[in-house]
């Protein structure tokens, strides 16, 4: 059995965390010690480093309650997992692709490396035609 503070040290789930994935369900309500304190047992610990790694991907909270749900289910066809998954690859590849633009963007903003004066700046002009409305340009 685990306290919440030794589940935090080996999994690196900070305590609050834990306890707030306990209220969304993800993790159930552990037993209590006779001093209500919680106690976790190995599945839990599991279940936990599970939770911790799909969130370091990035996984939402739905996507990895979906996962936890199929998990429990383990002769089923893993489709929706792998469906699941692709989803979140897509919605990765199209940040990726927005921060490609957004460093584009940047680097053709600092092209004049301080050279000029701030009434001349690029970076000023830069980003006051991008303030204007779509329509006035």
Not at 29 to 56: C, M, T, V, W
Not at 72 to 92: F, K, M, N, T, Y
Request: hydrophobic share 35%.
């Amino acid at each position: 059995m685990y306290s919440i503070g030794e589940l935090s040290r080996r999994t690196g789930v900070k305590i609050p965390t834990i306890r707030y994935y306990e209220q969304m369900g993800l993790l159930a309500a552990p037993e209590r010690s006779e001093g209500n304190q919680r106690r976790y047992e190995r599945r839990e610990l599991k279940r936990l480093a599970f939770i911790r790694h799909a969130r370091d991907l990035g996984l939402s909270i739905d996507a990895i309650r979906d996962l936890l749900e199929l998990s429990e289910q383990p002769e089923r066809p893993c489709g929706e997992a792998d469906r699941i998954a692709s989803e979140h690859l897509a919605g990765v590849r199209e940040k990726i692709a927005r921060l490609r633009k957004l460093e584009h963007e940047l680097e053709r903003i600092v092209a004049c490396h301080g050279n000029h004066m701030i009434g001349d700046c690029y970076v000023f002009r830069a980003l006051a035609d991008h303030s204007l409305c779509e329509g006035e340009h």
